[in-house]
């Protein structure tokens, strides 16, 4: 099936005088498969918790949209300092509770971006700088 990635799904050695790879883990499949998915490839992931390298077959190209996916609640904020800080100044107990969940799901996107961190933004940055090594 071909591949995309790093040319080697699995390493070992920590410096160039150790360092070994080889290409083991493969994706294949038989002519009817390949007939019936034909944009079908095979993408290696970068290594990140093991010495082999994740295979990923995708079956098509899915292109998807940076639209707002609606609001998720980070559990690692709550071990920033400021974390209750922003909920005491932005909660306001003379409006219903609903009116204050949406007031939240604008204030902690914000103060994500702005003070906490993007986590998904900073992985999908560590990860692209993983890949670009590997």
């Known amino acids: 099936m071909g591949y995309e990635g790093a040319k080697y799904t699995w390493t070992r050695g920590l410096s160039s005088e150790t360092y070994s790879g080889a290409r083991q883990d493969r994706g294949l499949c038989n002519l009817e498969w390949k007939e ?17 390298a994740p295979l990923l077959i995708k079956l098509f190209d899915i292109k998807q949209s940076r639209g707002k996916g609606g609001f998720r609640f980070q559990a690692a904020w709550l071990t920033h300092e400021d974390f209750p800080n922003v909920i005491r100044g932005e909660w306001d107990s003379n409006i219903p509770l609903e009116d204050n969940i949406v007031k939240m799901a604008n204030v902690l996107p914000i103060w994500n971006r702005t003070t906490f961190g993007d986590i998904h933004r900073n992985k999908r940055r560590l990860i692209a700088r993983i890949e670009g090594i590997q």
């Not at 998915?37 to 082999?52: C, R, T």
């Open 36 to 52: 019936m998915f034909p944009e079908a490839k095979v993408i290696h992931q970068p290594i990140i918790q093991s010495d082999h």
